[in-house]
């Protein structure tokens, strides 16, 4: 059954009890009729609990009917009201027309942009835990009768420099008492409201920062930016560390003052430390996160506060927050757009964050702003003066530092001088001044773990992971303690000592991950002080921001890790920014390799020398002919752009063309290949008829993960044609049971 759109739904009577709420139920959910106590009220977009079959559900009510005894009866009854206008119409429209770009249902499009946890079986832990308090927000009084008293006004401008907003009990503690805020209450110079707190709320803050003074290149952004059409947005081709966050805090205070909402993306949860604390420092309590950091309860309450259009926010988020219910949205931002992490890939809806937002941007008559220093060929693709996307560039770092040179350590030279070690001589010498210069470093190594692979040197045999078909990492504990662990399905083993398939003891780890980084710099350089920045040494909540703030007090001298490092990190002690075995990012079989190859080493190049002190680039590569490298050593970026532009537009490839996937999984890899083929054979004469190329069936790069075999199908042909797809959910129809299908409208990797 399908959801009716709420603008046809019809709102409920005082004398109508019978709602039908969508459930998760089957592969795209499906619609019960219930009895409610009238006194609920329940409206279309209100989330509720009932039982299906016994079980506790949380619901989607999608319309609301009159009274009907004969029927009511035989009816089960909601069991209590979750959330009130979760979902309002203009919202589930834009919703439902982005499921409709994505090829999934609006059922499915809904559940995925709602918080985890609230629709779906109902979990035993409520989403809304956490304590009642009062919270006192600052307002502008449209009449007031008197002017406040000496201590009111104290009252009120603490409100004002901590964001506006406190809780009634901090006031208390500061000193002002209940009774002083009533009168302010009635003059409408606050408003107090209940709401719930959490362990994870921020401290009150100290006073407001003001704002920074801006250069000569930011004023000139921020012009532009005044002057933009609603729905218009530009991109912010700046230079690393030329202050595009501060440009970002003078937009959002604009909008902020004229009573709208702020929207600010980061492509992964190791950026949102460092933002939101800034962020909080200029606008205190105005501030919230939303990630998958976040429990459901925190995301849930994040959800609640931006579903009031009379506040005034700005919430900090990965890809998931463009779903957020602000309905007086007045800009957009997506720091560091080039990153592939705004990239939704499984499971469906496969979205890109850049997309949503500059639609819904346009929708909402919003402004947008992409930011990077390394912008995405299809966003410089997108820039013209009648264009889409306005382009401003800033060219000068704040500290007047010249961008670092890049020196290039050839490997070849240094075995061939005897030097057989994973770290060059030029490197190890550099790293080993750092402490007396008091200077810190960053070293980017490609994989985590102690090492890629276990194998046998007498057979070659590799240990690959018995559910996917990639090898086994290394990994390495405290006591020294080595066990292999699969970074696809999470399967860990032990070690052996002995080839499995020919039985020779010449087993041992090969390359070099995080971890074994670690011990190599340990052994050679005595006393200098390490740190691992990588997914398995920042677990947990704000395991990102603890890390960074310890070395950014001197904890360590060198911080190694993987591709986190080049993305948005401000430390003005590093002086060195350095690479190990870069040719890893260089020979992917992908289409866009040599691009997200240049924009990580020169984002990597950009975290040196954004202090006082010049910065200095170590790349270390056993093919420094390599045109990225080569563009990496000349910084010229944006002849990299051109050049790339010129072969894609000559072959037809993105963005002169569109691209579509389809990847099928399933536990038998004969029935997944049979159901590949038999796909391919569907959509053929669709392809022809609308001049688009089917490629495959193919297995799938990785063609087992998780035990599943993996087949997939890539449908490429002209730009801005619709794909060559049935209607609805008819794709589906045939799929034998255990074969999971999904689409994707614009894969990344191709």
Known sequence: MLMKSFGDCKALSPASFIVDVWLDAGREGRVFSYRADPALALQPGDIVRVRLRGRPMN????????????????????ETLLQ??????????????MACRCHISPFRMVKAALPSGWLGQARQKALSAGRE??????????????????????????????????????????????????????????????????????????????????????????????????GAGMLLWGITGSGKTEVYLHLAAREISLGRQVLLLTPE??????????????????????????????????????????????????????????????????????DSSYKQESPMPCYHARDLAMDRAQRQDARFVLGSATPSLETWARCSPQGPLHLVRLQQRISRQALPPVHVVDMRTELAEGHKRLISRPLMDRLASLPDQGEQAVVLVPRRGYSPFLGCRSCGEVVQCPHCDVALTVHRGQGGRQWLR??????????????????STAFKPFGAGTQRVMELLADELEGLK????????????????????????????????????????????????????????????????????LQLLLQLAGRAGRGERPGQVLVQTYCPEHPVIQHLVDGRYEAFLSQ?????????????????????????ASATATAASVLAERLRP????????????????????????????????????????????????????GVALAVDPDPQQL
């Not at 006073?207 to 250069?215: F, V």
């Not at 579903?307 to 779903?323: E, H, I, K, M």
């Not at 001298?557 to 948005?568: F, N, P, W």
């Open 644 to 668: 790339e532009m010129q072969v894609r537009r000559e072959a037809g490839l993105v963005p002169f063309s569109r691209a579509c996937l389809l990847r099928l999984s399933g536990e038998s």
């Open 84 to 97: 009130r206008a979760a979902i309002d119409s203009i919202w589930y429209r834009w919703l439902s027309d």
């Open 133 to 230: 308090l009062l919270w006192v927000q600052l307002q502008n009084p449209v009449v007031a009768d008197s002017v406040p008293t000496n201590r009111q006004q104290q009252l009120l401008n603490l409100l004002l420099t901590r964001g506006g907003g406190m809780w009634q009990k901090d006031l208390e503690a500061a000193g002002f008492s209940a009774a002083l805020l009533r009168p302010l209450a009635a003059q409408g110079y606050v408003r107090k409201e209940r709401r719930r707190s959490d362990p994870s709320d921020p401290e009150p803050s100290r006073e407001l920062e003001s704002p920074r003074l801006l250069t000569t290149e930011q004023r000139d952004a921020v012009s532009v930016y005044r002057s933009l059409p609603s």
């Open 59 to 78: 619901g989607l009510v999608v319309k609301a009917m009159e009274n009907s005894d004969c029927v009511a009866q035989d009816l089960q009854l909601v």
């Open 486 to 503: 699969c970074h696809w399905c999470d399967h860990r083993a032990e070690m052996g000592n002995r080839c499995s398939h020919c039985g």
């Open 530 to 597: 390490l740190l691992r920045f990588d997914r398995d040494s920042t677990g947990g909540r704000d395991g990102h921001r603890r890390l960074l703030d310890r070395f950014a007090s001197g904890e360590a001298d060198v911080l190694i890790g993987t591709q986190m490092l080049a993305k948005g990190m401000d430390l003005p002690r590093v002086t060195l920014a350095a690479v190990l075995a870069a040719d890893g990012l260089l020979h992917r079989p992908d289409l866009r390799a040599g691009e997200q190859a």
């Open 269 to 338: 949860i190791g950026l949102i430390p460092q933002l939101v604390d800034r962020c909080r420092r200029r606008f205190g309590s105005r501030v919230l996160e939303y990630h998958s950091g976040c429990s459901d309860g925190e995301r849930v309450r994040v959800w609640r506060r931006c579903l009031d259009p009379d506040q005034p926010l700005v919430v900090v988020g990965t890809r998931s927050a463009v779903f957020l219910p602000l309905s007086r949205l007045g800009l957009m931002v997506l720091d560091e757009e080039h």
């Open 686 to 737: 669709l392809c022809d008829e609308q001049d688009w190329w089917l490629m495959g069936p193919a297995p799938a790069p990785v063609a087992r993960v998780a035990g599943r075999s993996r087949w997939q199908l890539l449908l490429h042909g002209p730009a801005d044609s619709p794909l060559p797809l049935p209607p609805g959910q008819t794709l589906w129809d045939g799929l034998p049971r």
